[in-house]
């Protein structure tokens, strides 16, 4: 058999899942380099609610205002801006830089960049619920781990509390929670990881339940592996196939229930910028702007859909490895 027959071909969701996955990442990580200030503000009487693809002369000025225009034209060592059919003239010893600017994914009420937004709220987003969901995993494998392979009294402690936090209904324990403290990205972060750990552990117990008689634990305890060596050489690499399946799909709830954490205005605080947020100060002129609603649910669509293809896409090389 050659090596290329050995190494089983991954499914087309899964491929597809994880490059949208992985190009959200790479959105998130440089886009903020190249997209600028999301909270810069410019001009919000020339450049408000401009819609995707819009171009407009903008002047900075060495204090860090700016003034835009329809046009802009040199007059000697001055810069002159037409605005409405009137000339506005900035001194040239008063500029910083001027030039055409291309506003790609359009601009808000007060005039900031949306794709700026995007892209920094991209990296907050997909950052809060990658960090959320590593919270969920330290504790769900460890909880899980620990009563699977103990038992007796520990595991029925365990899950009974388990059991306990699962009957909470958690979009209201978060609401309430998020009201009682202040909003903070730290605050989030620990209030999605420790709302969403139950099913880790509980996945992670039943892997441990069906692989601790097998034959090859009952090897590893026969030559003296200790407990430890045992779970975390033998029993979790075991487990990892439907654990990657259940973070998939756990990473785009954590999304999407901090994104609506952020819209309720529970989440992440402006001037920052989530998806979430966006989508919140898009609604008061969604009739007139569709693209400040539009475009950050669009890409909170896209991270859910592809954390789902990823997660199938797990589950078929799983069956297909069987």
């Given amino acids: 058999m050659t090596l290329a027959?050995?190494?089983p071909r991954w499914p087309r969701r899964l491929r597809a899942g994880l490059g949208l996955l992985a190009a959200l990442s790479a959105l998130a990580v440089v886009g903020?380099?190249?997209a600028g200030d999301?909270?810069?503000i410019v001009d919000p009487k020339v450049v408000g609610l401009l819609p995707p693809g819009s171009v407009r002369a903008v002047v900075v000025?060495?204090?860090g205002t700016t003034v835009a225009g329809d046009a802009l034209r040199r007059s000697g060592p001055d810069w002159v801006l037409v605005r409405g059919g009137a000339e506005v003239t900035v001194t040239g010893s008063e500029v910083a830089r001027a030039g055409v600017r291309r506003f790609w994914a359009g601009?808000?009420?007060v005039g900031r960049d949306v794709l700026a937004?995007?892209?920094n709220g991209a990296r907050v987003s997909l950052g809060v619920g990658a960090l959320a969901l590593a919270v969920a995993l330290v504790l769900g494998v460890g909880v899980g781990l620990l009563a699977g392979w103990r038992g007796g009294i520990v595991d029925a402690l365990?899950?009974?509390l388990v059991d306990a936090l699962l009957a909470i209904p958690m979009l209201f324990l978060l609401l309430f929670l998020a009201a009682l403290f202040r909003p903070s990205l730290a605050v989030l972060v620990l209030f999605l990881g420790f709302s969403s750990w139950m099913g880790v552990a509980r996945l992670v117990r039943g892997q441990v339940l069906s692989l601790k008689e097998r034959d090859f634990i009952l090897a590893a305890r026969a030559i003296g592996a200790g407990p430890w060596r045992i779970a975390f050489r033998h029993l979790l690499p075991n487990a990892l196939t439907p654990l990657a399946q259940d973070a998939a799909l756990r990473l785009g709830d954590l999304i999407l229930v901090e994104a609506s954490l952020s819209f309720l205005g529970l989440g992440v605080q402006p001037p920052a910028a989530s998806w979430g947020t966006m989508v919140a100060e898009g609604q008061e002129v969604l009739?007139?702007?569709w693209w400040l609603t539009g475009l950050p649910t669009a890409l909170v669509a896209a991270t859910v859909i592809a954390a789902a293809l990823a997660a199938d896409g797990l589950q078929e090389l799983a069956r297909s490895e069987t």
Avoid: E, K, Y
């Fill in 107 to 109: 601009t808000d009420v």
């Fill in 287 to 289: 009739a007139n702007a």
């Fill in 61 to 63: 000025r060495r204090d």
């Fill in 32 to 34: 903020p380099w190249m």
């Fill in 38 to 40: 999301p909270t810069a």
């Fill in 158 to 160: 365990l899950m009974r």
């Fill in 5 to 7: 027959g050995a190494i």
């Fill in 117 to 119: 937004r995007l892209v």
